[in-house]
């Protein structure tokens, strides 16, 4: 049973960090994508991340610049570290595993998600 759990959400200062995680367990995702999804209140979920194979990225423009998506084959765990944090950023943020290796950005290409982990950003 494929297994999602994300940690490292809370509350930070607008222009801090944070680093999330999210480790897998239940499979094994060295070839298969991995992503970042967000949620925020009253909004649809929107994609943030995603490696594929060959360590190919994607992000959603609003992130670029500030969120390094990464992953540790080793340990089955992807991360997500956050700079220079905005209000806008508030969300549950989300992880999910494809069965593929591309860097899909649509939350359908997703066949695993976690139960999310809540990032507030403060002024």
């Known amino acids: 049973q494929v297994q999602l759990v994300e940690s490292g959400g809370g509350l930070v200062q607008a222009g801090g960090s944070l680093r999330l995680s999210c480790a897998a367990s239940?499979?094994?995702?060295?070839?298969?994508?991995m992503a970042w999804f967000r949620q925020a209140p009253g909004k649809e979920r929107e994609f943030v991340a995603a490696?594929?194979?060959?360590?190919?990225?994607a992000y959603t423009d609003s992130v670029k610049g500030r969120f390094t998506i990464s992953r540790d084959n080793a340990k089955n765990t992807l991360y997500l570290q956050m700079n220079k944090l905005k209000r806008e950023d508030t969300a549950v943020y989300s992880c999910?595993?494809?069965?593929?290796?591309?860097?899909?950005?649509?939350?359908?290409?997703?066949?695993?998600w976690g139960q999310g982990t809540q990032v507030t950003v403060s002024s």
């Open positions: 239940g499979g094994t995702f060295s070839s298969s994508a």
């Open positions: 999910a595993a494809a069965d593929r290796g591309y860097a899909y950005t649509r939350d359908y290409e997703y066949s695993y």
């Open positions: 490696i594929g194979w060959a360590s190919i990225t």
